[in-house]
């Protein structure tokens, strides 16, 4: 068994690398008998389109992974490059309660009452269909039955080595 300052240094090395991985940035939400809540996410991605499936890794220390269990269900609300604000507030950066989060007008209900932000690029909603534990993390695996998509064309939000860019979109060549 490797010693602690071997695993120690694993770890430190591990997130150091998945900082120089790119990611969109995510507000993953839910509403049900746990409650409201969300979180700002990176570790989302599809996993399948029959059915259409995706995947989001949820801390096991974070106070809102269990919330996000016992509602299971969630709406992945992927962020534009103007939003940088919301996800630094639903990161817990700013210090603003859950539910004064959802004070703003830019949300709205989805299916099962799952709180929507009107303005992301994209809103994924679903059920959790399985949980996987591994390491510090929990892995919902989300079938989607709802998508929403913004009626605007709009830059990204990602985050790469712990700071928040924007991605342009760029001017689509249509082949005649």
């Known amino acids: 068994m490797p010693n602690s300052n071997y695993l120690d240094l694993q770890r430190t090395e591990f997130r150091q690398a998945m900082a120089r991985l790119g990611a ?3 507000i993953i939400t839910s509403n049900g008998p746990a409650g409201r809540c969300g ?3 990176t570790a989302v991605c599809s996993v399948s389109d029959t059915p259409p499936t995706m995947l989001v890794c949820l801390n ?10 016992d509602n299971g269900v ?3 609300n992927v962020l534009a490059a103007d939003q940088e604000a919301l996800a630094c507030e639903f990161a817990g950066m700013t210090g603003v309660a859950m539910e004064q989060r959802f004070a703003n007008p830019a949300w709205s209900e989805g299916r099962r009452n ?11 909603q679903g059920r959790i269909t399985r949980v996987e534990e591994v390491g510090s993390h929990s892995i919902l695996i989300v079938e989607i039955d709802s ?16 700071v928040f860019h924007r991605l342009p979109l760029q001017e689509r060549v249509v082949e005649a």
């Open 60 to 69: 096991r220390a974070s106070a809102m992974n269990q919330v996000f269990k």
């Open 147 to 162: 998508i929403h998509f913004s009626s605007e064309e709009q830059d990204s939000l990602l985050y790469l080595g712990r």
């Open 24 to 26: 969109a940035v995510n």
């Open 114 to 124: 799952v709180p929507v932000l009107n303005a992301a690029l994209t809103s994924l």
């Open 74 to 76: 969630l709406c992945v």
């Open 39 to 41: 979180i700002t996410a």
